[in-house]
């Protein structure tokens, strides 16, 4: 179990054995050259940060418990990561720490020859081969979060401390904790809507991606990145006022059906560098919103089924549209407006304002079993809720719908209540 404690390290550099800049953030690490991958479609990977007391933390303490990336067999398969990371401040708060957390992504992709993706449990991370010949090792992502942590949150935190765990039994021990902590924060949301304030929020930490997408945050929309509910983004403009989270008064509204506001439409208008004039932020059809590849869901029209289908990121096979969730990210991510797709948050799925100019929950009509399963509970209460208890039944999966006849097939005898709502399209 290596452990790494430079008492030399200062909190304004970053000593790893590659060049360390803003300007790799959006570089790409290809199969081709990749050395190892751990998470992505085939693995299982989770990072989290969280607060603790002065006393319960050594400043600079970076641990590596499990075999390091010389240890593995890179190109086998993806192999199972958690990152760790333990912060004190006295003047940290908890509602601060999912956003220093949504923060590893881009100083992890300040590393040449290094790519994160994803958030939460959805994290993946690619190590080429040229920088692992230069010796890059997972201490060196210890080294890169606790020297930017220091750097650019001084102002809140004093200490830091990172372990890295690479051994599935403590990667699938540990993953169960950090759910309650992510489910804990998704809570405290409860009660407020999107009417209730007059403030939303934008987040435009992706444009390095996608240079002309902007995320409106909501309190009934999280960032489609899934990392970011609307608390956390009046979090991170608390902290950094000048930074990706900026406050947008809504002002005069639009279009209250679609969700567009006279402010917001400036302030996308601006910020997307005159690309995108308008945005509904309850529609897929009528300006839906623009995209990052950071999403964790893709929302899609089935017009065969007068329906919508959701495919996640963790779902490795085809839809019953014949497609992929990859072949669907790479047009629907890049930051331009695709009516009839959109990026979400695998909890947007469960909020009241789910496309709702194109009538809702009710236009569900297949998914991941997977994803079905992990929202069924509240899933199911939705559809209580609005009337359709026995929704959740008739939404398909890949268990039973493999392809559009199929999916068709199992509609019909299903009765699902898209079939019967007005045309989609």
Not at 286 to 307: K, Q, R, W
Not at 349 to 372: D, T
Request: net charge neutral; with cysteine; proline share 5%.
């Amino acid at each position: 179990m290596p452990r790494f404690i430079p008492p030399e390290q200062s909190s304004a550099s970053v000593d790893i054995p590659v060049p360390y800049s803003f300007e790799f953030e959006g570089e790409r690490v290809r199969r081709e050259d990749l050395q190892v991958e751990f998470g992505g479609e085939a693995g299982l990977s989770f990072e989290l940060l969280t607060s603790k007391k002065e006393d319960e933390i050594n400043d600079w303490d970076i641990e590596v418990i499990g075999p390091d990336i010389d240890q593995l067999d890179g190109l086998s398969s993806s192999f199972p990561l958690a990152v760790i990371i333990n912060v004190y401040g006295r003047k940290m708060q908890n509602d601060f720490e999912p956003v220093l957390e949504r923060h590893i992504h881009r100083f992890i992709n300040y590393a040449f020859g290094v790519m994160h993706s994803g958030q939460r449990d959805t994290s993946s991370i690619r190590v080429s081969r040229n920088v692992y010949l230069k010796g890059f090792r997972l201490k060196h992502i210890g080294i890169i979060l606790s020297a930017m942590l220091h750097k650019e949150y001084s102002a809140i935190v004093d200490k830091v401390e990172v372990r890295i765990y690479t051994k599935k039994e403590d990667v699938e021990r540990l993953l169960g904790d950090a759910r309650k902590v992510f489910a804990a924060r998704d809570k405290r949301l409860s009660g407020k809507t999107d009417e209730s304030v007059d403030t939303y929020y934008s987040c435009l930490i992706c444009q390095s991606l996608a240079p002309n997408h902007v995320c409106i945050i909501t309190p009934e929309r999280t960032g489609l990145c899934g990392a970011y509910s609307w608390l956390d983004a009046k979090a991170s403009f608390e902290i950094v006022p000048t930074g990706p989270n900026q406050p947008i008064l809504k002002g005069r509204v639009l279009d209250k059906r679609l969700g567009q506001w006279g402010n917001v439409n400036k302030f996308v208008k601006e910020k997307s560098n005159r690309n995108i004039k308008k945005v509904s932020i309850y529609s897929l059809i009528d300006s839906p919103m623009s995209s990052s590849a950071l999403l964790e869901s893709i929302v899609a029209v089935v017009p065969e089924a007068n329906g919508v289908m959701v495919v996640s990121r963790n779902y490795p096979g085809l839809t019953p549209l014949g497609i992929s969730f990859k072949a669907l990210a790479e047009p629907v991510g890049t930051g331009v407006q695709t009516p009839g797709f959109l990026g979400i948050s695998n909890l947007y799925i469960l909020s009241r304002k789910f496309i709702l100019a194109e009538g809702g929950i009710k236009r569900l009509v297949w998914m991941p079993k997977e994803l079905k399963g992990l929202l069924a509970e509240r899933l199911s209460s939705i559809a209580r809720d609005i009337g359709e208890p026995d929704l959740l039944e008739q939404i398909a999966d890949e268990g039973v719908a493999g392809t559009l006849e199929e999916l068709l097939s199992f509609l019909s005898k299903a009765k699902h209540p898209a079939l019967y709502m007005d045309p989609l399209i």
